[in-house]
């Protein structure tokens, strides 16, 4: 059973930085594209940052190219997204996910979500 499991979420100061993990278990993590999406409250889901199964492609939205970074560890099944010169329009609930391809594919699991609150 894929499991994704998000931490590191909080409340933080315009400006500031948040460094968000995805635990993941229950498939091979090394096999398998993920990315990071978020969703802001009454707005659609949206993709933030793509790495491919082997960590050599990266891709962000340009809402957040150069401010965020998606790395992943594949010895401990890790994701993450770190974030720097947070914005109040980050706000959301980030959400970790897996693909079906080591290249890509269609999302298949999604984790429960962690939320990132940008405020003074």
């Known amino acids: 059973q894929v499991q994704l499991v998000e931490s590191g979420g909080g409340l933080v100061q315009p400006g500031g930085s948040l460094r968000l993990s995805c635990a993941a278990s229950?498939?091979?993590?090394?096999?398998?594209?993920m990315s990071w999406y978020r969703q802001a409250p009454g707005k659609e889901r949206e993709l933030v940052a793509f790495?491919?199964?082997?960590?050599?492609?990266?891709n962000y939205s340009e809402l957040v190219k150069g401010r965020f970074t998606i790395s992943r560890d594949n010895a401990k099944n890790t994701l993450y997204l770190q974030m720097n010169s947070l914005k109040p329009e980050d706000t959301a609930v980030y959400f970790c996910?897996?693909?079906?391809?080591?290249?890509?594919?269609?999302?298949?699991?999604w984790g429960q979500g962690a939320q990132v609150t940008v405020s003074s």
């Open positions: 996910t897996k693909h079906l391809w080591a290249h890509g594919g269609r999302a298949t699991d």
């Open positions: 229950g498939f091979t993590f090394r096999q398998n594209a």
């Open positions: 790495i491919r199964s082997t960590g050599e492609y990266t």
